[in-house]
């Protein structure tokens, strides 16, 4: 692992007093042509090696501003934006900049802080202890050091919500993190599906333990990665130094534990890691995107292992849950965020605690960079990836016509009177949309639909954000119609 990067951030301390008071952010321009250059470039590689979304929310938010004495700054919307690409994109990142940049270059952040808040010289960070390590070098020679627990400080109790869906897992590992290995729950299992919140846990159990006895030997490590040191511990004749750093530790953490599927030697190695900490009263987590019933590709004798302790799943998180996470996070971000957008968040985007952190982010991201105001309008962008109103060319009739033809009813049926339900349904789709897209008034757009007044259209928008949040089939629709009338 090498040292050359040293990211730091400082705040930038630039803010304009006169920008418009509904604007959360002020960012300036770029200021440096290299750094652009440079940035641009390095944004080439980045998007070689991450999905399309990941792209678009993290890095496409991101500006250059400063290319100086071999070190590149950037500007990012927030610190938690910043952590967040640290914890997931540092290697990344790293191996970037060193292609593009070279050996010696370095990357330095700069958040843009929210206006209002004009505390700055008290939150300058400096980042180091922040970093995302990698374990074996340095814990292979390091006696002497301080033992190397691969936390994130991010991953804490304080900042989980807990909910109906995550209640069980949460209360198993506060429980764990009160007493490593001196309760039932050893080892510690915990599965769900992706962006639910398991890294999280686990690391908070971690966390805890180590704030509350420093000297606890707590590792973190993933099958990935355990997979990749044996692996390197083999061929560099090393098996008894990694052996041993596993088995001094108090307590052992292993994320996604389902990548040792078909890894026939590594789960040997494991199995006996396992056995040894176990009897030694120490304490086991692991974590997987399945239960060990259904991990068909492990060793049978380690999935009866796993059945030892205590099993918790964690579910999707239900509107209330989601609700509480993303006001929670916005909070976090020292953001005022009207309840309506965070709702529409809440409502619309169901899939995953990430994906909703995702959003979130995407959207200060929008505001901060565009310079918009913070609205449902750019919520719903950043949600259905539209960005209509401004283009100003999408017309009553164009709706009407797309939303007759996905849902098959005749035009001159959503301007009726009929209740039947699936003209009643189609016509509050197409007054949603025309509230979303148009600039047309509550009361012109009911007059369109056969004269109704406001109330009615505002009634019909709550009825579509609600089949939006709970029924899959309206919302493809929607997204459907959403992507022909932008095409
Ligand atoms: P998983 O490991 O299950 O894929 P993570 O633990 O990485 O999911 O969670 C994804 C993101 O969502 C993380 O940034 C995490 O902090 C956040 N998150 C998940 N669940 C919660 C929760 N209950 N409260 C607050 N943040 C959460
Ligand atoms: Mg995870």
Request: cysteine-free.
């Given at each position: 692992m090498d040292d050359n990067i040293n990211l730091s951030y400082t705040l930038f301390p630039d803010i304009d007093n006169k920008a418009d008071e509904k604007k959360l952010f002020k960012i300036p321009d770029v200021a440096d042509k290299h750094a652009a250059a440079y940035w641009s470039k390095c944004l080439e590689i980045i998007r070689d090696n991450v999905d399309k979304q990941v792209f678009t929310t993290w890095f496409e938010p991101i500006k250059a501003h400063k290319w100086e004495n071999s070190k590149l700054t950037i500007l990012v919307p927030s610190q938690w934006f910043f952590e967040w690409i640290e914890a997931h994109y540092f290697d990344l990142l790293q191996k970037t900049i060193k292609r593009v940049?070279?050996?010696?270059a370095?990357?330095?952040?700069?958040?843009?802080?929210?206006?209002?808040?004009?505390?700055?010289?008290?939150?300058?960070?400096?980042?180091?202890?922040?970093r995302y390590p990698t374990t074996t070098h340095q814990s292979l020679s390091a006696s002497a050091q301080p033992f190397n627990t691969n936390l994130h400080p991010r991953y804490i109790f304080d900042n989980y919500v807990v909910g109906d869906s995550n209640q069980l897992a949460y209360s198993a590992a506060v429980a764990v993190s009160q007493n490593p290995g001196g309760t039932k729950f050893n080892p510690l299992f915990i599965f769900g599906g992706t962006g639910l919140g398991k890294t999280h846990l686990a690391q908070a159990i971690g966390n805890s333990i180590v704030r509350k006895d420093p000297k606890a030997r707590?590792?973190?490590?993933?099958?990935?990665?355990?997979?990749?040191?044996?692996?390197?511990?083999?061929?560099?004749?090393?098996?008894h130094e990694f052996a041993n750093i596993y088995r001094e530790v108090d307590a052992l953490i292993v994320d996604d534990i389902q990548f040792l599927?078909?890894?026939?030697?590594?789960?040997?190695?494991?199995?006996?890691?396992?056995?040894?900490?176990?009897?030694?009263?120490?304490?086991?987590?692991?974590?997987?995107?399945?239960?060990?019933?259904?991990?068909?590709?492990?060793?049978?004798?380690?999935?009866?292992?796993?059945?030892?302790?205590?099993?918790?799943?964690?579910?999707?998180?239900?509107?209330?849950?989601?609700?509480?996470?993303?006001?929670?996070?916005?909070?976090?971000?020292?953001?005022?965020?009207?309840i309506d957008v965070l709702e529409f968040l809440a409502k619309n985007i169901t899939s995953s605690v990430r994906e909703l952190e995702g959003a979130l982010i995407g959207l200060l991201a929008k505001v901060t960079f565009d310079n918009r105001p913070l609205s449902l309008e750019v919520a719903n962008e950043v949600v259905f990836g539209t960005n209509l109103k401004s283009a100003g060319t999408i017309s009553m009739g164009d709706i009407k016509q797309a939303v007759s033809e996905k849902f098959e009813v005749e035009i001159k049926l959503m301007e009726s009177k009929t209740r039947k339900h699936e003209i009643t349904l189609a016509r509050q789709m197409a007054i949603y949309i025309a509230k979303q897209l148009t600039e047309l008034s509550l009361k012109q757009i009911g007059a369109s639909f056969g004269g109704r007044d406001h109330s009615t259209v505002l009634h019909s928008c709550r009825a579509i954000e609600d089949y939006l949040a709970t029924d899959s089939s309206v919302k493809n629709a929607y997204q459907n119609i959403m992507k022909k009338l932008k095409s």
């Open positions: 940049l070279g050996e010696f370095s990357l330095e952040y700069e958040v843009v802080v929210e206006e209002k808040k004009n505390t700055l010289d008290s939150r300058t960070i400096k980042l180091p202890g922040l707590v590792l973190y490590t993933n099958s990935e990665r355990f997979y990749i040191e044996f692996v390197s511990a083999i061929q560099n004749n090393k098996i599927a078909g890894k026939g030697k590594t789960q040997d190695h494991f199995f006996h890691t396992f056995n040894d900490l176990y009897q030694a009263g120490k304490q086991l987590i692991f974590t997987s995107d399945k239960s060990p019933r259904d991990l068909v590709e492990l060793d049978a004798r380690l999935i009866s292992r796993f059945q030892w302790g205590l099993i918790a799943d964690i579910q999707l998180p239900d509107f209330e849950t989601r609700m509480a996470i993303i006001k929670r996070k916005s909070e976090d971000e020292g953001t005022d965020i009207p």
